[in-house]
Structures are given as structure tokens and as C-alpha cells.
């Protein structure tokens, strides 16, 4: 069975860094370009960042650009994403996606609040 199961979200004070996990399992992970996404109160999904196979090209929305970056472990079948300088608008569920065939996990929460 395919699961992704994310980990490491919280509540950060502005400013603030987190790094967010996702285990991967029941697939072969290295074959595969995985998504970072997130879903903030009452609003729809945003797509954050991509992650390729192979040489593992990088691609960010511009309101991550420069603040967060993406990593794949594929020893560990674990997808990271390094969060820094975080601002209350990052608040949402985050989610970690296969590209194709779309799998996405069940999402962690990240609150920025003072």
C-alpha cells in the first residue's frame, strides 16, 4: 500500500524555522517527483514546491522563494521540507504529493503565531 505520512509541523513564532518530514512507503520513492502543497483556513490548495528524480531540479512558489527549501532522502524514503523565516500567511496544512500516480498524505499542521 502507498502512503506518505507527514511529521514536524507546530506552532512557530514569526520569524521562526521548522522542518517538516514525509515518509514514504510502499513505493519506490527515488523513481518519483514529489510535491510540496498546503491549504490554508478557507482556502483552496497552493502548490509550494517540486521536487525532480535524478539530479532533484528545485522549483518554489514565489511566496516560498528563498525562505524554504526542499530535500528528498532517498535512502530514507523521506521527503523534507526546511522552513525559515516563517510569516503568519505560511499558516496552513501542509501535504506531501507523488506527482504521478497522485498520491497525497493526510497533511500537517503549521500555526505562525506570536
Known amino acids: 500500500e502507498v502512503q506518505l505520512v507527514e511529521s514536524g509541523g507546530g506552532l512557530v513564532p514569526p520569524g521562526g524555522s521548522l522542518r517538516l518530514s514525509c515518509a514514504a512507503s510502499?513505493?519506490?520513492?527515488?523513481?518519483?517527483?514529489m510535491n510540496w502543497v498546503r491549504q490554508a483556513p478557507g482556502k483552496g490548495l497552493e502548490w509550494v514546491s517540486t521536487?525532480?528524480?535524478?539530479?532533484?531540479?528545485?522549483t518554489y512558489a514565489d511566496s516560498v522563494k528563498g525562505r524554504f527549501t526542499i530535500s528528498r532522502d532517498n535512502a530514507k524514503n523521506t521527503l523534507y521540507l526546511q522552513m525559515n523565516n516563517l510569516k503568519s500567511t505560511d499558516t496552513a496544512v501542509y501535504y506531501c504529493?507523488?506527482?504521478?500516480?497522485?498520491?497525497r498524505g493526510q497533511g500537517t499542521q503549521v500555526t505562525v503565531s506570536s
Open positions: 504529493e507523488r506527482v504521478h500516480p497522485f498520491k
Open positions: 521536487i525532480r528524480v535524478g539530479g532533484g531540479a528545485t
Open positions: 510502499g513505493f519506490t520513492f527515488s523513481n518519483y517527483a
